[in-house]
């Protein structure tokens, strides 16, 4: 066996320093985006990313540029002074947390011991527990760093061996069970304090409703719920920060490792006003805390996630990386857990060592980490390419492929093949992505449609290239009372695919309110409301408005809140919710404002990404891009800028891609409603046909020339109102838990 590494530099290193660690025997020199290069020039994909602290990768050239630029400027003052950088960065962190106030720090050790001194204090001072008795409960299992206070709550022993007396003051439940949390509260608990995902456990994820959960009995006891989002947090999960995928809000939240850019330690503790006003000068501080420098780069870090739609990618990716490896049918893999970008494949000792098979895949070249002897975690720097992981994958199934066992003995093992519910995990993943003999998959529940109804449709304003108000004067009358039919056809063909549709009446004057999807978008029955750019549709406004409004007021949405102003929104033609990647994708550039990634994404705690729109008749998300029920996407590549394209391809995959062509685009087949695996079009050639047909889709085909004329089709004129970002996880178990059970059980 070769190594790329020099035993004299490790050698070194070991004589000089403590021995609390044991790296894997490679000597790391350069790191540029997800490759880090060793001292003899080999290169290794980095599928550890120092444990989730390098997700911008490594040497992102506008964190040097901030770091260095901050650095020749000011980089320590101590918080006895102010300084200019600081208030900008505690300002977004705020924001993006919806939290109050940030007390910054530097390794994450030290900010949850922050946490623990601010749960306390609350707990005297607001709740009123007697002096000394505060508690914190906290869940077996967990991780939250090294100082003494932190392990004495640790339930591993080789984290506490040798390092008591210990600090009282906590108690333990076990982590994904409600029932046993009750238990461990007290009159005296002042918090609940948990990562959402287990990390060093091995990516532990509790059961879904487990946070909502947690959130109620805080509410219930008086206690706060703070979470440790130091490894969860920033994008790792494929959301800003895992407990947005409950949609709870915790009372504090410690963040660290992603925050310093992968260039420096920053941490910070956050929460709400009540909590952190408990702290007056002189009560707590660190004089390395909140410096310039590391505010300087914290803050570009925010940034960056943001601007290169870092959340996003790690959705989709993840996505993608968890679907690849369950389709993984080894003996050596008894689970496959994670979200985001952050899965734990955890292998069977009885065949080989998670750390054996680390120690193989860094020969090859990629990096991974072993925990607790079975897990192997992957936790790649969120801007990878999808070709990169690919390889990366690639790579591990074929270092997988080393240690299983020969055939001879293979025959014991295959007695104990990928469990059952492994199985159907797999056949599930490979049914969703392509069997047109797959039994017709119908929605649960009946979809929830609104549309607007057609009574005064024409074309009398030019405010795309389609409309021709000339052209439509020569045969309004029949043009109009054929759009009457073919909006009705449309409404029976959803209705007889098992839709509910809500028409909101017509308005005299305002033809284009037809183009429903344009009043506002709805997202877990959260009504954002359209702000039109052109004055020709801008009187649709107060109509939608109302309209849902009474919706509400029925009980069918829950809010209705208004784009800001100054940004222009066209609600569901340029915002379309992906379930497959659990990402929202946006369109800009024509209609709607860019800006709008940002304010939706914060909205609703979901990853937005923006696509440029280009080409002037396609200038609505909704004309040039329809996500199909089983995730794959159908798009017209001329409408979108070259940088949109590239995003398409990585987050999507060309295998889900179907590349509509010149004539369908141009009959508006692509601007199409997807109900299960029936797809409703107002246009599709054989060949689109064809297409369909082979990846499991019915098409329907509603002619609808006469809104054409104005730019729209089905999707245009339709608005989904019972779209949930928390839907997909139903659909495909994200962790398969109960595999050892049942390997247990089988042998
Ligand atoms: C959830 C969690 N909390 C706290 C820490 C400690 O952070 P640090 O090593 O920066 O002190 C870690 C580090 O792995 C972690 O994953």
Partial sequence: MTRSTTPETIAREQQFAARNYAPLPVVLERGHGEWLTDVDGKRYLDLMSAYSAVSHGHAHPRLVRALTEQAQRVAVTSRAYHTAALGPFLEKLTRLTGLDRALPANGGAESVETAIKAARRWGYQVKGIAADRAEIVVARGNFHGRSTTIVSFSTEDSYREGFGPFTPGFRHFDFGDLASLEAAITPNTAAVLIEPIQGEAGIVVPPDGFLRGVRA?????????????????????????????????????????????????????????????????????????????????????????????????????????????????????????????????????????????????????????????????????????????????????????????????????TTLPATPRRKAVIENQRDNQRDPQRPPHRPATRAQLMMSAPDHFEVSYKINPWMDPAHWAVSAERLASDAKRGWLALKSTYERLGAKVEVQPAVRGLPDMVFTANAGVVLDRKVTLARFLCAERQGEEPHNRAFFEALRARGVVDEVIDTPAGLYFEGAGDAIWDRHRSVLWTGYGQRSSREMQFVLGESYGVPAVALELVDPRFYHLDTCFCVLGRGDLLYYRPAFSARALGLIEDLVGRDRLIEASDEDACHLAVNSVALGDDAVFCHATADLRAQLAERGYRAHVVPLDSFNRSGGAAYCLTLRLDVSTRAARAAVPLFVEDDAVELRAAA
């Fill in 217 to 413: 009995l805080c509410d219930k006891h008086r206690v706060l719920m703070i979470l440790d989002e130091i490894q969860s947090g920033l994008g790792r999960t494929g959301r800003w920060f895992a407990f947005q995928h409950e949609g709870v809000k915790p009372d504090g939240l410690i963040l660290g490792k992603a925050l310093g850019g992968g260039l420096l330690p920053v941490s910070c503790f956050v929460g709400t006003a009540e909590l952190m006003d408990v702290f007056e000068p002189g009560s707590h501080g660190s004089t390395f805390g909140g410096n310039p420098l590391a505010a300087a780069v914290g803050l570009e870090a925010l940034r960056v996630m943001e601007d290169e739609g870092l959340v996003a990618r790690s959705a989709a990716l993840g996505a993608h990386l968890l679907s690849r490896l369950r389709q993984i049918d080894s003996p050596i893999i008894r689970a496959v857990r994670g979200r985001g970008l952050w899965v734990g494949v955890d292998l069977d000792p009885a065949i080989v060592s998670a750390r054996a098979v680390v120690d193989r895949l860094a020969d090859k070249g990629v990096l991974s980490k072993d925990t607790h002897e079975t897990v192997i975690r992957f936790a790649p720097p969120l801007t990878i390419s999808r070709a990169a992981l690919d390889w990366g994958i690639d790579v591990f199934i074929e270092t997988l492929r080393e240690f299983e066992p020969a055939p001879a003995h293979k025959a014991d093992v």
